[in-house]
């Protein structure tokens, strides 16, 4: 997939690595499509249902606001 913007950082929440702690076998996989949407908005690929619902309604949430700041140049 092509990246929509590459930013230089963002801000990773402890309760994101609590949850992909629980994921088990999945916890690779979610952190890496944590990490991949943080810097370039790359739409996750082959999350499982209960992982990709909490992306949606958690993490994508906090980090396009992160991602609106930077594109207005203040900081995270």
Not at 31 to 37: E, F, G, K, P, T
Not at 63 to 72: E, F
Request: aromatic share 14%; no cysteine.
């Amino acid at each position: 997939m092509k990246a929509k913007n590459t930013y230089p950082k963002f801000r990773f929440s402890a309760s994101w690595v609590n949850y992909s702690n629980a994921l088990h076998e999945e916890n690779g996989r979610f952190l890496r499509a944590v990490v991949r949407y943080g810097l370039y908005e790359e739409e996750p690929a082959g999350l499982s249902e209960i992982a990709q619902e909490y992306f949606n309604g958690i993490i994508r949430p906090a980090l396009d606001r992160q991602h609106a700041r930077m594109r207005k140049g203040t900081e995270v």
